[in-house]
């Protein structure tokens, strides 16, 4: 089992950049996908980028690809989502999530996919 628990929202202008951090605790952090969804205000919640326990895979929403780098520190149990050239339609809670993966470039990209959740950041982009 794993907890994870995000941190680095905040309010920033458009084009400007953001660091989520996500921290998990367990010993078997290294076994789990990783993945970050948001929750933009009056939506439903919504894939934004994933990576593989080995961190050697990588999966992004159309809408943030070019724009947003998710990465992985398995020696710290930190899985960071770096936003760049942010835009106000970038504006949501933001969620960490965690499955345990089978193999090392396994990537899940449904919400129902994933077990584990924290309790999310907000982050608003002003125009």
């Known amino acids: 089992q794993v907890q994870v628990a995000e941190s680095g929202g905040g309010l920033v202008q458009a084009g400007g950049s953001l660091r989520l951090s996500c921290a998990a605790s367990g010993r078997t952090f290294s076994s789990y996908v990783m993945g970050w969804f948001r929750q933009p205000p009056g939506k439903e919640r919504e894939f934004v980028a994933a990576?593989?326990?080995?961190?050697?895979?990588?999966y992004y929403a159309d809408s943030v690809k070019g724009r947003f780098t998710i990465s992985r520190n398995n020696a710290k149990n930190t899985v960071v989502l770096q936003m760049n050239s942010l835009k106000p339609e970038d504006t949501a809670v933001y969620y960490c999530?965690?499955?345990?993966?089978?193999?090392?470039?396994?990537?899940?990209?449904?919400?129902?996919?994933?077990?584990?959740w924290g309790q999310g950041t907000q982050v608003t982009v002003s125009s």
């Open positions: 999530a965690a499955r345990y993966g089978s193999s090392s470039s396994e990537i899940f990209l449904g919400e129902y996919d994933y077990d584990y």
């Open positions: 990576v593989s326990w080995s961190g050697g895979n990588t």
